[in-house]
């Protein structure tokens, strides 16, 4: 459905995206953020299926500043290779790439944000500082607690895993003390829940909390 696509930053550095359209004028847009294995199969599925519901989706590929075109999948040799990768970005960078692909679906408009993992913390970050959102739903983002003290400038949903172990409860508990506005939802699940490729994949938790992010965005933009 969607296709690859460039995209320049306002700083001029070019990157890659993945960009999925609804049919017709569809309902507005949003911008996909990856987890560390990059615009891989699973965030091009998520794209498509946002496209599906009536969302123009953008997943800008964050990690092209340190390693363009990268993405892998999930077996332990590719999660060190990632998490490698991972420590030679940074969130001035990540958010210069989120407001790039923002922009390109603009004419999608009202544009939220999403994201899994790394993405759900840069989701967090991109609600609370950059404007022209319209909400946002972050996906167990495991640096949120590191941000948890920032304000967000537009609505926002959360998700994380009770058996998350890279995210303790007592992170969630203080991100929820400092976010009394923030709808955040725990569920029965592992880091991952909502990726079918992984074996933390939780099918009953993933497809209710995807009907809850469409019925999140459909309010959000009065469709």
């Not at 987890?35 to 946002?50: L, Q, S, W, Y």
């Not at 607690?145 to 303790?168: N, R, V």
């Not at 709808?183 to 909502?194: E, K, L, P, R, S």
């Amino acid at each position: 459905m969607g296709e690859m696509i460039r995209l320049t930053a306002s700083d001029g550095f070019e990157l890659g995206a993945y960009l999925a359209r609804p049919k017709g004028g569809g309902k507005g847009g949003i911008v996909v953020l990856q987890e560390i294995f990059g615009v891989n199969a699973h965030i091009r599925e998520v794209c498509d299926r946002f496209a599906e519901a009536g969302y123009a989706a953008c997943a800008p590929a964050i990690f092209d500043r340190v390693q363009p075109g990268f993405e892998c999948g999930y077996t332990p040799e590719e999660i060190a290779k990632a998490r490698s990768v991972m420590t030679q970005g940074n969130f001035d960078g990540y958010l210069l790439d989120t407001a790039a692909a923002r922009d390109a679906i603009a004419g999608f408009s009202p544009v939220s944000v999403t994201g899994f993992c790394l993405g759900g913390s840069v989701a967090f970050a991109a609600a609370c500082r950059l404007d022209g959102f319209l909400c946002a739903v972050p996906f167990y983002g495991g640096k949120i607690i590191e941000l948890k003290d920032e304000t967000p400038q537009c609505p926002m949903m959360m998700y994380f895993g009770a058996q998350d172990h890279s995210i303790p409860m007592e992170d969630v508990d203080a991100i929820r003390a400092a976010q009394p506005d923030v709808a955040i939802h725990v569920v029965d699940a592992q880091h991952g829940f909502m990726c079918d490729h992984r074996a933390t994949y939780s099918e009953a938790n993933a497809k209710a909390a995807w009907a809850q992010t469409i019925e999140f965005l459909d309010k959000a933009s009065g469709a």
